[in-house]
């Protein structure tokens, strides 16, 4: 495949690990993935919202979703080609490693300078470009699972993945929580602890060399066509991707909206909203961690991925009803607790699953991964737009998010069932 990143020299650059340069790996794989989820779930469902909301009130949800809409369509396109650039990168840091640091360091300053911001313009902006490198690193990071950890242990490599993003999402929106009223501040936490761990991941997790690497010649037309995976070819590939999609389509609707949900469903004031956001992810952090630790070494134990993923699927749609039926703070208490069952039990084993659904003759991880990356992003661009509208349609009445959620959510427990690849 001509343009592709399929290597013509140098063979199988994967390098599984084992023993203590094992361990090492997977503790700093969950301490980069809790990082970053704290600074999307703190940015995306606390940082942002506020100021976007100090801006003009009346029009915050419109707003918002303008935000995500735009961060999220350059999100989408730069997660899958840092990927395929990534398979072609030759460097004495090895493929992977480059991307890592400078996306971080980049994403880190772009971050920051989304706090300076005092117009939606420029906060969209500034907050674009931050997207763009911290998915540039989002992407290369995530393939080290499959260059680095061999598939009988992927389902232990993925708990400890999904472990890290739950604990990470939780505490992220705890610590903005309480630097709401400060964001410069919240910013700049979240922006060093990035650069931080992205640049100790590197050094304590060394990289094979990938000089010796000949890619095929580079042909922008072939390039541009290998982004583009035959559901009738790889059926399995399509299957997993429609089942991560929806189930994040459904999810995002409602945890975008979560501090406007708090102020405007459940009726609570802008500082107590806050708090209490804080203290649903705490809920929610305590069942992920039980959870996703659980079932990522459950799913090796027995060998199995998909009763997991359908299972949990199912448990986030009853997590979405309860608000529903129980409006008020301890209905949110109970939906935390819920929805981190499922969705921890989903993290654990969805990157174990991905990564054994691809394409075996593409010799394109990283770009492949970066496809199913997509995902997550594109679903992060349509579900603030299509709540807006949803809100739009019903008043402003929060509960149609529920619902929508429960729909979704629940439709995607049905795409894993297909796959025949794996049990």
């Not at 593409?362 to 997509?374: A, N, R, Y």
Request: glycine share 10%.
């Amino acid at each position: 495949m001509p343009g592709s990143a399929r290597l013509v020299d140098g063979g199988d650059t994967s390098e599984h690990v084992a023993g203590r340069p094992r361990w090492v790996l997977l503790w700093s794989l969950l301490t980069n993935f809790f990082v970053l989820l704290a600074l999307y779930n703190g940015v995306i469902s606390v940082l942002l919202p506020n100021q976007v909301a100090a801006l003009d009130p009346a029009s915050k949800a419109e707003n918002l979703a303008l935000v995500m809409f735009v961060t999220s369509i350059f999100s989408t396109l730069a997660t899958p080609i840092s990927g395929a650039l990534s398979d072609r990168t030759r460097s004495r840091w090895g493929r992977r490693s480059p991307w890592i640091a400078l996306g971080s360091l980049i994403g880190a300053a772009c971050l920051f300078g989304t706090s300076l911001m005092t117009t939606l313009w420029s906060i969209t902006v500034l907050w674009v470009m931050a997207a763009i490198a911290l998915n540039s690193m989002q992407g290369p990071l995530s393939t080290v699972v499959a260059d680095r950890v061999g598939p009988e242990s992927r389902g232990t490599a993925s708990g400890f993945i999904g472990a890290g993003m739950t604990a990470g999402g939780t505490v992220g929106i705890i610590v903005a929580g309480h630097l709401a009223s400060t964001l410069v501040l919240g910013y700049l936490v979240f922006a060093l602890a990035i650069a931080a761990c992205c640049v100790a991941f590197v050094l304590l997790n060394r990289e094979r060399p990938s000089t010796h690497i000949r890619p095929a010649p580079f042909h922008l037309g072939s390039f541009l066509r290998s982004f583009w995976i035959n559901p009738r070819r790889y059926p399995d590939f399509g299957w997993a991707f429609l089942g991560r999609f929806t189930i994040y389509l459904g999810y995002q609707g409602v945890v975008t909206y979560q501090l406007y949900i708090l102020q405007d469903y459940i009726q609570l004031p802008v500082d107590q909203a806050n708090i209490v956001i804080g203290n649903i992810s705490m809920i929610t952090f305590v069942t992920l961690m039980l959870s996703g630790l659980c079932s990522g070494f459950l799913s090796d134990r027995v060998g199995r991925r998909k009763p997991f993923v359908f299972f949990s699927s199912v448990v986030m749609a009853v997590a979405c009803a309860v608000p529903l039926l129980l409006p008020t703070v301890n209905g949110m208490y109970l939906y935390a607790a819920i929805i981190g069952l499922g969705y921890g039990a989903f993290t654990a084993v969805d990157m174990a699953l991905m990564t054994q659904v691809l394409p075996k003759d593409t010799g394109s991880t990283g770009k492949d991964l970066g496809i199913l990356t997509t995902a997550i992003n594109i679903p992060q661009a349509i579900s603030p737009v299509m709540s807006a509208w949803l809100l739009g349609l019903s008043g402003g009445d929060y509960g149609v998010l529920f619902i929508a959620a429960i729909i979704f959510v629940f439709l995607s427990s049905f795409f894993v069932l297909p796959i025949r690849s794996v049990r």
